[in-house]
């Protein structure tokens, strides 16, 4: 399943999915992916921190392929939380229907739960990403 926390920029989106991503480590592994170094020492050590640009994702497909392989090496991953992940992809949020709707059946299929912090008013958000709220 996804989720979706939204609001415009500095409304506290970061601080709301860092959170979430500490507290989900009580339910079992747990990966916060992101396009930034500044979190280390937000995040607890039990989290996986992830720095996409580490590993050259740039885009929607890469992005899409970077998660599947994580979920692919560790089979006992339940949460997965992205910041940042339209600066990731260097996209639009309007443009990227494709990602939100194969992520949506991708998160399905492998029963992982995958929350992203989008920087957008609720009523802002392309009708496709807000069947997610």
């Known amino acids: 399943m996804i989720y979706i926390i939204c609001g415009a920029k500095g409304t506290g989106k970061t601080k709301r999915i860092i959170d979430r ?8 592994e747990v990966v916060f992916i992101t396009d930034s170094d500044k979190y ?11 720095n996409a640009t580490d590993y050259h994702v740039v885009s929607e497909q890469g992005l899409l392929g970077f998660i599947s392989g994580i979920v692919a090496g560790n089979s ?3 949460h997965i939380y992205i910041d940042g992940c339209h600066r990731i ?15 949506g059946e991708f ?6 739960d995958i ?3 989008v920087s957008e008013s609720e009523e802002n958000l392309p009708n496709f990403i807000k069947k997610y709220l």
């Open 21 to 28: 991503a500490n507290a989900a480590v009580l339910d079992g």
């Open 40 to 50: 280390n020492f937000s995040i607890k050590h039990k989290v996986r921190l992830v």
């Open 76 to 78: 006992d991953i339940q």
């Open 89 to 103: 992809c260097g996209e639009e949020i309007a443009e990227m229907q494709y990602f939100y709707d194969n992520l």
């Open 107 to 112: 998160a399905d299929k492998v029963n992982v």
């Open 115 to 117: 929350t992203l912090a």
